[in-house]
């Protein structure tokens, strides 16, 4: 516990320093707020750009509130978690490439600790970010459009943010895994973007499945995910989620021969 | 008593044989100086003793406790960090009570000389003050063993003075293992040289025992001209070779001892401008030692 | 709604890309040595909208 502490003090002054803590909740606000407000003024916009016929009209069916907040999660899927690929690709790799971890692991280091501290820091930031992302987005989807259920917002959020941990899971052990941030972010990336579009395309066939589980989260803002399929998906989530930290406190162990000397 | 027994240690890294059946011992409170040149497995050898590299072949025993500090040869630190926040981490994950881990960390820093710099960033220092932090969390938690790659190597004269005064001050109550390709440095602090060369020891002893091998002690006359230096040299039978102004004579068994000499020269009235006796440099040693092999 | 409003709402999104800039560009003239040209990291941080300023974090800045 002692070595989790000073560990985990070391990655926040990390986070704190590198600003990370500054620009990456600012991003995640700015796409929730961005996508509102964009759908409000989207008429007024191609209004003005004119190029229509006189006296054509086109009419814009206006989006639910629920509609608007599914789709901030549309743009966290692959803007989200772009970003937080690069920020936190290089977590274990960087520093083993770098040489900065040999002094760590020289020293009767706990990878357990070492890796945990890691893992609790960028998930404070990642689901921070997230939460306080889409807290901006109900506020203005509210103001724009009308309200949604506080409770099935909650639903809604915390349901994604258990998503968000599991993808900042997997980015960290691809880092604690591949011998440098650029193949983390690769394998973080097919594992991340690439399985959810194959889960999309021929997902139609199961119900189960972590992939399924941000669309999950968007359906409590409509009458609710199928309660089956919905709590399987979040056990099998939460089982991935602690399976693979546990093969990623393994691989940090194993690839701590490879530190530059 | 040994504080680290290493006995045919091997290692390969797929077919490359980097280190082949080395075997030593470290004596509590000696330091010993691995030496070689670059490539001979020097850092291989430290990245096994310290752990961070697990041999193919052969035993490492560490007796006693104390834990081991660590110097790389580049030391590398988190660029964000401060260098007492540093300090302060190392300490606490090589187990420093909580109580002592300040206090031990600035007095370090001080006996380094960061004590000015201990509040800057390590991403904000020069190689001469990495080096220095890299020997302060090396010794933070007053390991029993320090090993210390090439520590000096990448300074220049008035650092590397600077650092070795630090070393030869620790060395009475630690365990020094460091690697070297500047002989000088080894020369300077050694109980025990190991001559490293492709993987393998070639050559292992103290100062003395591995000059007394190699040395080949010599008297060195020089003469004020060519011609008294021809008499001396036609006057004796000691073998000397006569270079223009100079005698060289070889030291054996059988002599000349250097009071035979100055007798001589008294005897026979000749006016020298110096005599000396002379031995090998380790340079010179690590030379013949190579082409041994 | 009325354009106050309006305004009021848009603003915290010119802020937030303002603020991204700033810091950007004031952590990048602080920066002693960063990952290529300083004044092309400068353009980009001002010319690129919110991704200039990521790009620079995570690629430019190389943890000084």
Known sequence: MTQFRVLFQKEWRENVRNYKILWIPLVFILFAILEPVTQYFLPQLLDSLGNLPDGAVIEFPEPSPGEILANIIGQYQFIGLLVLILAYMGAVAGERRSGTATLLYVRPLSYGAYYMSKWVAANLIAVGSVLFGLLAGYYYTALFFGQVEIGSFLQFAGTYCLWIILVVTVILTASAWMPNGGLAAAVSFVLLLFMQLVDGLLGAYWTVSPFKVPSYAAQWLWAGPETGAYWWSVAITVFLIVAIAAFGIWMSKKNAAKVKV | MNVLEAKGLTKQFGAEVAVEDVSFRLEENTATALIGPNGAGKTTILSMLTGLLKQSEGTINQSGQGGIGFLPQYPQFFPWLTALEFVEMAAKISGVEAANVRQQSVRTLEFVGLGPAMKKKCGTFSGGMKQRLGLAQAIVHQPKLLLLDEPVSALDPTGRREILNLLKSLQQDTTILYSTHILNDAEEMTDQLLFLQQGKLVEQGSLKEVRDRYSEPRIQIRFETSQEALRFSALNAWQGTVDRTEVILPVTTQGPTMQMVLERLAAEGLAVSGVERKSATLEEIFLKVAGKE | ?64
């Open chain 3, 1 to 64: 709604m009325s354009d106050t409003t309006v305004v009021l709402a848009l603003l915290p999104v010119i802020l937030i890309q303002l603020v991204l800039m700033i810091f950007a560009l004031v952590d990048l003239i602080k920066n002693p040595k960063p990952n290529g040209p300083k004044w092309l990291w400068g353009v980009i941080i001002v010319v690129i909208n919110i991704i200039g300023p990521i790009l620079y974090f995570v690629i430019g800045r190389r943890n000084y």
